[in-house]
C-alpha cells in the first residue's frame, strides 16, 4: 500500500478529532451542595499520617477552588466527592532521581464523582503533574510546599471539570 500526498494531507486533517472519540460528556455547571474529599485511599495504603496531612492541606484549596458554586442549603444540588488515590513526588526537587529513575515531575492521580440527589453517580478520572520547584528544595519545609502546590493544581482541575 502506498501513501499518496492527499492520504497523507487527510490523515493529518483528521488527526485532531482523533481524540474526540472517547471523549467524555462535560458536566454540566451547576451549583453543588458541597465537596468533599475523600483520602481513604491512602489511608488504605497503609499512610494514614500522610492521608492526614494531605487533608489538611487540601481541604482549604478546595474550598477555595468551589466556593463560587457552592449553595449548601440545596437540597436538589449534587455532592461532589474528590477522591486522592495515589500521590508520587519527584525523587528530588531538582527534577534528576535519586537512584537513575526519570521521576522529574510531582503527580496526583485519583478521581472526582459527582451524586446529584435522584440520579446515578458521574465519575471523571483526574491526574495533575507539576515541575517539583517551589524554592529550595534543600529547605526544610520544601516537601510541604510541593504538595500543597500540587494539591492547589488539583484542586484547580477538579473545579475545571465544571467549566466545559
Known amino acids: 500500500m502506498s501513501l499518496d500526498r492527499r492520504t497523507l494531507l487527510a490523515g493529518l486533517a483528521l ?12 458536566l454540566p455547571r451547576t451549583r453543588l451542595r458541597a465537596v468533599r ?11 494514614p499520617n500522610w492521608a492526614a ?5 487540601a481541604e482549604p484549596r478546595l474550598a477555595a477552588a468551589f466556593a463560587d458554586l457552592l449553595a449548601p442549603g440545596d437540597a436538589a444540588a449534587p455532592v461532589v466527592t474528590v477522591s486522592i488515590d495515589e500521590i508520587r513526588l519527584a525523587s528530588t526537587g531538582i527534577g ?7 521521576a522529574d515531575e510531582d503527580e496526583i492521580s485519583g478521581r472526582l464523582v459527582v451524586a446529584p440527589p435522584r440520579a446515578a453517580p458521574v465519575t471523571r478520572r483526574l491526574t495533575a503533574h507539576r515541575a517539583p520547584e517551589s524554592g529550595p528544595w534543600s529547605a526544610p519545609d520544601a516537601e510541604d510546599r510541593r504538595l500543597a502546590d500540587l494539591l492547589a493544581l488539583w484542586a484547580r482541575w477538579a473545579r475545571r471539570e465544571f467549566e466545559r
Open 15 to 26: 488527526a485532531p478529532l482523533a481524540g474526540c472519540a472517547g471523549a467524555e460528556a462535560p
Open 37 to 47: 474529599l475523600d483520602v481513604a485511599p491512602l489511608v488504605e495504603k497503609g499512610l
Open 53 to 57: 496531612k494531605v487533608a489538611r492541606l
Open 96 to 102: 534528576i532521581g535519586l537512584f537513575g529513575d526519570v
